[in-house]
């Protein structure tokens, strides 16, 4: 008898999610996780004293568009969610505005300050709304083949569906020009869709604007305690259901005897057997544990990138103090800071002559204004995201050019906040290769695999391996952000990975 029915590899939120469900179908499962704390880029810890830094995402969004929490019962065990509002703080160091979870509230904000572009807020919101919906529909799925017309179709009818569809193929950098004049406007709506990756200007890319309208039907929320605390949960549901989570317990190779995976080698040698094997790693990271004649070409052809984004985390000893609108909202919800267009732009452009971004845009998160329990009294956390930075660089290396990238970032922070480096007590700084070694992000992209149409979908990770089994290998399941619908914390990929083992182990005659 194996020791176990569902072996997990990785304990990042989305492996923890099909844990979850195996466990809570009464299935023996057991997690085996390399680091000492659950969850992966998914987790918390206190690294300056009483400052609690996530290592990794931070706002939680598609994760409140999907049943986990409710199917779960993550509420029971634990978590606690703090709704964020305002989601979004806008800002080109001059004129601020806010994206409240009243859409209608931002809408008036908008013809306040910017005239003629709350109408156009609201136009924007109920056209692509319906596409939107559909987006949702399709990351709680397996994907199918075609996605693209399915989303067109939900989106009109007809020859509207036929000039949708188009409209979807489009940059999203030109949609975001068709309904906004304003750049006050649409350069923070064009910063928040390039958090997946591509440019403004990549064709196919129009959905990363277009589920916009997400936001204001299931908001923005921060777990109480942290980001680590939904993987904690997680892990406390396994548990809760008799299964086990190893921790400092890294996993060397995947077993694979006649063609079916049945369990790991751990680094220290001892096999664990199991009935199925599910990789929550990195698509790399599995095919190396996998014996040479079970990975496929197009495993190791899969698109990774050159880097993507860098994290500068900061402790303080006071609260963040904008130029504008200092307290209390600026502080709340995610500062998304660009002075215009060009300056992503430019930053994409120095990212692909392998230099890191030199005045980068920024997204800054202060959570602490909402949740008390990540710094001490009178104290600040503050985490910084910008982009791009490239994991390969044209001169130098990561170890030597690290302080320039740090100091570039708090420059443009200074923009928006100025006296912010002043008030410094404590940081960690992550570049591409810290992504890399700390957290098994393969040259540093936070999303596996880069965020193109020919990686999503049913082609993510490739043509073969999009419903979340191993091609050539039987009882070898895939999940995380190298699987649909990719990266960001929204758990759909383990629940869809969990709906897949549990319909296969039903078949077979199992629970």
């Known amino acids: 008898m194996p020791d176990y029915d569902v072996l997990v590899v990785g304990a990042g ?57 409710r199917e779960l019962e993550l509420t029971r065990y634990g978590l606690q969610y703090l709704e ?112 997946s990756g591509p440019p403004p200007t990549e064709a196919i890319s129009a959905p990363f604007l277009l589920w916009h309208p997400l936001y204001h039907k299931g908001g923005v929320a921060r777990p109480k305690g942290g980001s680590g605390t939904l993987t904690k949960v997680l892990a406390r549901v396994v548990t809760a259901h008799g299964g086990e989570v190893h921790l400092n317990a890294p996993v060397r190779d995947i077993v694979v005897r006649g063609g079916r995976a049945c369990g790991v080698r751990l680094e220290d040698g001892q096999e664990v057997t199991a009935r199925v094997v599910v990789s929550g790693t990195h698509v790399l990271t599995t095919a190396r544990a996998l014996p040479d004649e079970y990975v496929p070409p197009a ?3 899969v698109r990774v990138g050159n880097g993507f984004g860098m994290i500068l985390r900061l402790a303080l000893d006071r609260p963040v103090q904008y130029r504008h609108h200092r307290e209390p909202e600026s502080r709340v919800g995610l500062g998304l800071l660009i002075r215009n267009e060009r300056q992503l732009m430019r930053s994409y452009g120095q990212y692909l002559g392998g230099e890191p971004a030199s005045d980068p845009p920024l997204v800054a998160m202060s959570f602490s204004a909402v949740d008390d329990s990540l710094a001490p009294p009178g104290g600040e956390v503050l985490w910084l995201w910008a982009q791009y930075y490239p994991y390969q660089l044209a ?44 957290l098994g992000l393969h040259r540093g992209n936070v999303m596996h695999l880069e965020m193109t149409t020919d990686q999503m979908f049913a082609l993510r990770p490739w ?41 296969d182990l039903t078949r077979r005659g199992g629970r």
């Open 395 to 438: 001169r130098g290396s990561w170890e030597t050019r690290a302080a320039e990238a740090r100091e570039s970032i708090l420059t443009a922070f200074e923009h928006y906040a100025p006296g912010t480096r002043d008030s410094i007590v404590g940081e960690l700084v992550q570049t591409p290769l810290w992504l890399e070694r700390e």
């Open 84 to 195: 964020l509002d305002p989601m979004f703080h806008c800002s080109d160091g001059e004129t601020p505005w806010f994206i409240w979870r009243d859409a209608e509230r931002t809408a008036a904000e908008l013809d306040a300050l910017f005239p003629g572009q709350g109408e156009a807020y609201r136009r924007f919101l109920k056209e692509w709304t319906p596409f939107a919906e559909s987006v949702v529909d399709l990351f709680n799925a397996t994907p199918g083949p075609l996605e693209m017309g399915r989303m067109a179709m939900r989106s009109g009818q007809g020859r509207d569906a036929l000039r949708q569809l188009t409209r979807i193929l489009r940059p999203y950098g030109d949609v975001a020009a068709e309904h906004f004049s304003d750049e006050h406007v649409r350069a923070p709506l064009v910063w928040m869709a390039a958090q």
């Open 299 to 301: 495993a190791r052809e």
């Open 13 to 69: 939120h989305n492996a923890l999610v099909t844990a979850a469900y195996a466990a809570q179908a009464g299935l023996r499962v057991g997690v085996f996780e390399r680091r000492h704390l659950p969850g992966g880029a998914v987790s918390t810890e206190e690294l300056v004293p009483g400052y609690r830094f996530d290592y990794g995402g931070s706002a939680h969004i598609l994760i409140r568009m999907t049943p986990v929490e």
């Open 463 to 503: 043509l073969g391996a999009g419903n979340y089994r191993w091609p050539g290998v039987q009882g070898l399941y895939l999940t995380g952000a190298s699987t649909h619908p990719g990266g960001g914390i929204m758990g759909a990929s383990g629940r869809n990975a969990a709906r897949v083992l549990l319909r």
